[in-house]
């Protein structure tokens, strides 16, 4: 099994700050990897897709960088609506998800 | 576009088999699609419970599959997940989800979860 490992745990950042998020895997994941962002009591919502896809209606703040076993999720100028629990999942055996990181604006 | 709508109990007891319903709309079940069931845990992460294709053709993940059974059915255009054996780890918000315009096994369409307590 491919293991995810996100860090940090939490991120507190104030609006309008650069959001870096990382996600580095057991073993390569060529590029087969995506972001979601969650919030409580809603389905998670795709953000990036093989790794610097932009999904569908994604605004461009949002970036996605990496190949191999290291990933980045960057949020350009952080927005109140962006707090949220942020997973990266791979796809390139299986299917796994990482541990989550958490984003607070102050 | 393509909505999904979970459904099934809210508690079950330990032991017994886990059974939930995700009802597709706006779109076939016989699609191109892979209907797929995801499970968070209270305060725990993500975790993908397997997937399968109106065919019938079924992938689990290996750390369930001895307790997994998906089906699907093509007159209600739905698609079922059953967990046998069910203990509280099993505790859990589980969503179904697919990918429409998305690569397979990346899901962007989701619906909007089911809360399953397993206790007695």
Redesign the interface.
């Known amino acids: 099994e491919i293991v995810l490992t996100q860090s940090p745990a939490t991120l507190s950042l104030s609006p309008g700050e650069r959001a870096t998020l990382s996600c580095r895997a057991s073993q390569s994941v060529s590029n087969f990897l995506a972001w979601y962002q969650h919030k409580p009591g809603q389905a998670p919502r795709l953000l990036i897709y093989d790794a610097s896809n932009r999904a569908t209606g994604i605004p461009a703040r949002f970036s996605g960088s990496g190949s191999g076993t290291d990933f980045t999720l960057t949020i350009s100028s952080l927005e109140p609506e962006d707090s949220a629990v942020y997973y990266c999942q791979q796809r390139s055996n299986w299917l796994t998800f990482g541990g989550g990181t958490k984003v607070e604006i102050k | 576009q393509v909505q999904l709508q979970e459904s099934g109990p809210g508690l079950v007891k330990p032991s017994v088999t886990l059974s939930l319903t995700c009802a597709v709309s706006g779109g076939s079940i016989i699609s191109s699609n892979w209907w797929n069931w995801v499970r968070q845990p209270p305060e725990k992460?993500?975790?993908?419970i397997g997937e399968i294709y109106h065919s019938g053709s079924t992938?689990y993940?290996?750390?369930l599959e001895s307790r997994v059974t998906m089906s699907v059915d093509k007159s209600k255009n739905q698609f079922s997940l059953k967990l046998s054996s069910v203990t509280a780890a099993d505790t859990a918000v589980y969503?179904c989800?697919t990918s429409v315009?998305?690569?397979?096994?990346?899901?962007?369409y989701?619906?909007?979860?089911t809360l399953v307590t397993v206790s007695s």
């Open positions: 992460g993500l975790e993908w992938n993940n290996p750390s969503y989800a315009t998305a690569p397979r096994r990346i899901f962007d989701w619906g909007q979860g």
